[in-house]
């Protein structure tokens, strides 16, 4: 009878142990279509879970992130735009405050070696620190943000969802919002469609994607539009910015003046454009290449004139317009979560 | 993950035997009381100013003659090993968060105690390149101890902040914040320290005073970003250990 007793206490133990060492995380992945390179992100490290995933979401649009709880990562990335800040040359943060620099995109970042329009930031699960910390930004710590969170009932269940345990802590934040904007991947617009010969461009975005092809894909490669680098792209510097870019970073005077390539998807509604949102248009963005001529300081990817007609420009911007994926902008997964 | 393990094949063995029960509870004895404080061999941090105890907001006079008060030193102690009189090495290879304020930190077990006369120790102070480039890491490492930089990646190895009226600063204030990763800017340093002892505890002594020795307050006050000035406090912060 003892034993009975021993063995019913016994299993009860094992029950209670097993079921609270396994949380049931659902696995997610993200699609990767066909002929794209292999993505950067290390999955291994921060394995995607539905969990981890809508707890990333939550964080995203949610305020807490602020010191003053006003702004959140979509105060500044919207979906609707590409997950960028739209009709502002520079991104605005905590009290109205202005940055130096016109918010990025978050699309297909898993496919991204460092972050930012300089690259200061190595690694996305630190990305978040740097809009957190800013003072024109969040004007937050991550410690302070990690305490908010624990005492936040919602989100110290949600954590124990995503990662089995009520501890939060800065790594766990930080790879929850990245399970997030990972998972921000765009695959689906026109020129996808027509690499995958599921639909056919009109015969002017044919002659813009040749004119692109030509002149724009050694930065622009594709299939992601960017090939990660840092170029000097012939603009001028903005007197009162005096943003030298890449060189903050490097300190290496060879960088000045060099910000990294954005991937062009979505670029349609990504306006306005370059680091300091100086051009409002895409015919503004393609004057601007089509008038650099052969200037010295410029990199040999803009050293050939681009000589391009008038009608050539509408056929670019054409084509431009087929790198919009309206799946994506409009992906119910990605939306403020109700 | 092992205990479960352990369940599991009890599980289906069915028990057969109250011995395994009691097996089980030798088993969670050890792991719970094995570890000893006097079986273990300890570090122990102590921060000086000239040779006394280091106070935080108390007013020291430097070398330089300027008048300071230290508010927080917080510091990483990486790859601690020991190397032994017969030649054999013992690593640690974890980082450790050293913060003043924290005796919890100044005080840890880095290996079993093998009672063995030590020959000398050696270890790195901040974080190596390999930890600065892989993203959020967890414990010491965890970006929100305030050790890591935001626009920049990378950690803070040294951070050391205080008021001097030498500063002509806000509030008097001067910040050094040391650290970088990448060449030429690379601000880990390495620092060997022979003992030729036995010890069951290794007082690693740190005297602030070496570090500010070389430091003019009024011209060096804030060096908060990788690169030569990070560079030039990294080397003062290698001449300021010691051991007891």
Not at chain 1, 62 to 78: F, Y
Request: charged share 25%; hydrophobic share 35%.
């Amino acid at each position: 009878m003892k034993k009975i007793v021993l063995i019913v206490v016994f299993g009860f133990l094992i029950f209670g142990i097993v079921s609270f060492s396994k949380n049931h995380f659902t696995p997610i992945y993200i699609e990767i279509p066909n002929n794209w390179p292999k993505p950067v992100y290390d999955f291994k490290k921060n394995p995607l879970t539905e969990e981890g995933f809508q707890l990333g979401r939550q964080l995203f649009y949610d305020p807490i992130l602020s010191k003053d709880n006003t702004i959140s990562c979509a105060s500044c990335h919207l979906q609707a735009t590409g997950f960028t800040h739209v009709d502002h040359e520079l991104s605005h943060g905590i009290e109205g405050k202005i940055g130096t620099r016109n918010s990025l995109t978050l699309q297909n970042l898993a496919w991204s070696k460092n972050f930012m329009w300089d690259g200061g930031v190595n690694h996305l699960d630190v990305q978040a620190i740097t809009p957190i910390t800013s003072e024109v930004e969040m004007n937050e710590t991550l410690e302070n943000v990690v305490n908010k969170l624990q005492k936040s009932e919602k989100y110290v269940d949600l954590f124990e969802k995503a990662f089995g345990t009520k501890k939060i802590t800065g790594q766990l934040t930080l790879k929850a919002v990245s399970q997030f904007v990972v998972s921000l991947t765009t695959t689906n617009s026109k020129y996808d469609k027509v690499k995958r010969n599921e639909e056919e461009f009109t015969e002017m975005e044919q002659k813009g994607y040749a004119l692109f092809q030509n002149h724009c894909t050694s930065c622009h490669k594709e299939p992601l539009l960017t090939n990660d680098a840092f170029k000097n792209n012939g603009l001028p510097i903005d007197v009162d910015l005096k943003d030298f870019g890449r060189m903050k970073i490097t300190r290496n005077s060879r960088d000045s003046l060099l910000f990294k390539v954005p991937t062009l998807r979505n670029v349609q509604f990504t306006f306005p454009y370059m680091h300091d949102g100086r051009f409002k248009t895409l015919t503004e963005v393609v004057k601007h290449y089509n008038s650099l001529g052969s200037g010295k300081s410029l990199p040999k990817e803009l050293a050939k004139p681009m000589n391009l007609s008038d009608n050539d420009r509408v056929d670019l911007v054409l084509f431009l317009k087929t790198l919009t994926d309206n799946e994506f902008l409009l992906d119910k997964r990605f939306s403020f979560p109700k | 993950m092992s205990f479960l393990n352990y369940f599991l094949e009890l599980e289906n063995l069915k028990m057969k035997k109250s011995f395994h029960i009691i097996y089980f509870l030798l088993l969670i004895s050890f792991t719970l009381f094995g570890q000893n404080e006097s079986d273990s061999l300890s570090l122990k941090i102590n921060t000086k100013w000239s040779g006394k105890n280091l106070n935080l907001n108390t007013t020291y006079i430097s070398k330089q003659k300027d008048t300071l008060k230290i508010t927080q030193f917080k510091f990483y102690i990486s790859d601690f090993q020991i190397t032994y009189d017969d030649n054999t090495i013992l690593s640690d290879k974890k980082s450790h968060l050293i913060d003043f304020e924290k005796p919890n930190t100044t005080l840890f077990a880095i290996t079993k105690n093998y009672k063995k006369k030590i020959k000398s120790i050696n270890f790195s102070i901040g974080v190596d390149s390999l930890n600065s480039v892989s993203g959020a890491l967890s414990g010491d490492l965890d970006p929100s101890n305030g050790m890591y930089w935001a626009w920049q990646s990378g950690y803070i190895n040294m951070k050391i902040e205080g008021t001097s009226s030498s500063c002509k600063t806000r509030k008097n204030s001067f910040n050094f914040h040391v650290g970088g990763y990448l060449n030429p800017y690379y601000a880990m340093r390495k620092i060997e320290i022979p003992i030729n002892k036995l010890q069951n505890q290794i007082n690693l002594t740190l005297d602030l005073e070496r570090f500010f020795s070389e430091i003019n307050l009024k011209e060096m006050n804030s060096v908060m970003i990788p690169g030569n000035d990070a560079m030039a406090l990294a080397n003062l912060s290698s001449k300021m250990f010691y051991v007891e």
